[in-house]
């Protein structure tokens, strides 16, 4: 009887200590960083700080969010501001019903216009200081700071930076027959068919899967087209829903695009016809370039991470190696690029000294080289070493970014609403290349475009 | 998070605990030392208040805000928008005929089709085996069974088809068909799936029930000169009645309830949407919280004749013992 009693109350207090224990495991024990091995000169300008802490999160993960954080670490030493990044894919959901909440971060970094926009009408957003718009004056192209700006109010610098719009192909098999980049929208129309008619297949390889957010690799078609073929000022009526959605020089986009997505001559090269464009997953729809079944896919330029599906480097994304990737032309040849692309905003959810010096910091053309030099992103700051890359591809994206002649505006189905950008257009999408006619599908998204 | 701040977190957690003991412990001394005088409803008041508290919190309240939200656009005016829009707009009528469809036919099917193996199956040799095979579905999450029929309706474009369904077609000389992005038989594919799920719960529980019903009126009814379907309905389905209905209004609020078939297998879509999904899509996704909340509210509409009508025949049933 004593003890069966014993045990009783053993068992329990056994249990919690194992877990207590265990728990204990998982934490990290860092011990503070020595400052004396940092030179801390240039990072006089933004101050120093007691005990200050900055927490802050957004949609980076994994290897991106470990650099993120190495990226501001000599910051975080020589201010005494410690800042604790936490990465969630849930985040753009979330981020409203917190600060509605009062449980915002300090900094959430948001991937999009729209979502920025949204907060600030919600009035949660403490707007840019002084250091910080001056570092946007500095550094970014005029574009960006409009899509920062809610009211005339400044909410955010943009942080890093994404190009889309650009079509994969092997250099091999381009020098093996003779082909050159093309220079115009009707050029590449031509390389098209010389492909189709050289190998007998179709030229272009598509896949538009992305579990509930099929579609949206067509969105950036799209969005392409109608920057290329009508330019900047239509492209930001269309977005801001100053021209309908159904208008014809819309229209003229989406049948430009539906030369190539809706016609079985030119996709879907080594996957199956124009039906499995939606069953094909985005991050497998280029890989049949590898195997020469496929010679052109259209996607940004994040695309580089996806050559080597099995890991290792085998496959190499140079001008000379397994795959290299050139930017959707323009309608006519000579004169600057159009480009669209993406891009993260710093938003602060807190007034406070140590949030701003650390916005500062990361609107600066420091973090940018400090950032970029860790590999695998890149930045439209203009301060910015296109040098400091980590490969050949970046480096071709920043310059593209830097040259004052390129046109570059934001991912547009990011700008739009959400009912829009997030759903119907994506869900027109699909149903546009399952068959549905142009018009009709105008129509549907136009009808979808909430009225507040 | 360091090996401090995690001790800091237990120590709260432990805190916590032990002040919700002090509280309660408190509260159970008062109850006692409860005036004589209407001391059985100061008890009854003091033990439902904090159910009706969480209750209030986490049920009432919502509803009640949902209901508002539903009445409102983005920018917070009073307005019918999100209502015209469910039922003038293409996808968003839909959605709603397909939640129809969805229940029209998945609570019927695997109501039947359970009960008709329950019946078959009863008093058989294996008999737990029969029932262990059919139930195991049920221990599968739906996010699951997605993932597995998934592969069962999967389509390639090229080369051989690793699809089950495909498979068989193409054995027998058929193209391969894409199952799941073809309107309207993906809809139905998916409904399958729902009731491949709650067909071994109606099972389980008509079984149990058919057990129930008294051997002497079967024999009763045998020494009539009935045949086996006479039997079946007059004697077992009407002895049985309380049992259906419950399965019957379970499997329908699962049915209105579903999203995670949806979501995994087709993410509404290709026309498979329904209520709940679009309901997910709408407010968390496209950020319009009222269409969201409309859409929660005509759930919540389709639901409560269900519970209406399972409540009044389990009170009716009660009556009549």
Redesign the interface.
Known sequence: MRIRRHRRWMAPVVAAAAVGLALTGCTGDIAGEDAADTDCADYEEYGTFDDAEVTVAGTILDLEADRLSESWADFETCTGISVDYQGSSEFEAQIAVLAEGGNAPDVGIVPQPGLLNRLAAGGWLIPASQPVVDNIDEWWDPIWKEYATVDGEVYAAPLMASIKGYIWYSPAEFEENGYEIPATLDELTALSEQIASDSGRQPWCVGLESGDATGWPGTDWIEDYVLRLHGPEVYDQWVTHGIPFNDPQIAEAFDGVGAYLKNEEMVNAGIGNVSTLVTEAFQTGGLPILDGECSLHHQASFYETFWNPDGGDANTVASDGTVFAFLLPPEEAGGGLQVTGGGEFPVAFRDAEEVEAFRHYLSSDLWANNRVSLGGVISANKGLDPEVASSELLVQSIEILQNPETTFRFDGSDLMPGAVGADSFWKGIVAWVGGEDTAQVLDTIEASWPAS | ???P??LGK?LQVVMGLVVLAAVVGLLIFFIDKAPKKGRDYWQLALFLLPAMLFVAIGLVYPAIRTSFLAFQ???G?WSL?NFIWMFT???AIRTLINTVLWVALAPVISTVIGLAYAVFIDKSRGEKYYKVILFMPIAISFVGAGVIWGFVYD????GDQIGLLNAIVVAFGGEPV?WL?TDPINTILLIVIMIWIQTGFAMVLLSAAIKGVPTEQIEAAELDGTNAWQRFMNVTVPGIRGSLVVVFTTISIATLKVFDIV?TMT????NTSVVANEMY??A?????IG?GSALALILFVFVLPIVIYNVNVLRKQREIR
């Open positions: 998070m360091t090996t701040d995690l237990i656009n983005n920018a005016e928008d707009q293409p996808a389509y390639n474009g090229v894409q992005q979501r993410a509404g879509n290709f899509t709408q968390f996704r496209a950020s319009e269409r």
